[in-house]
């Protein structure tokens, strides 16, 4: 059963970091390319950044770039998504996906195969 599970969100105030963590099992984890995604009230569901298979290129929104880093470690079969000075704009429930089709540049949800439930990131003093 190919799985994706994310952690690592709460309520924080501006300013503040978090790390966000996606724990992948049920896949070979190398042959994916990952993305993270998020969604607020009332908004369609935006890319934030993904990672290609072999983690050597990014990509990144826009409103991304600069802020927002996204790693992964293949040997925990995990993707990490970074987050410095949270705005209250960042508030959202945020995704992880992988695709197995694309090697790298995957910018669209449609391009993904498999998806986590969510974490929810709150940014609020």
Known sequence: QVQLVESGGGLVQPGASLKLSCAASGLTFSDYALGWFRQAPGNDREFVAT?????????Y???AKGRFTITRENAKNSVYLQINDLKPEDTAVYYCAATQTYKFGAILAGMYDV???GTQVTVSS
């Open 115 to 117: 998806w986590g439930q």
């Open 51 to 59: 990672i290609a298979r072999g983690g050597i290129r990014q990509d």
């Open 61 to 63: 929104a826009d409103f």
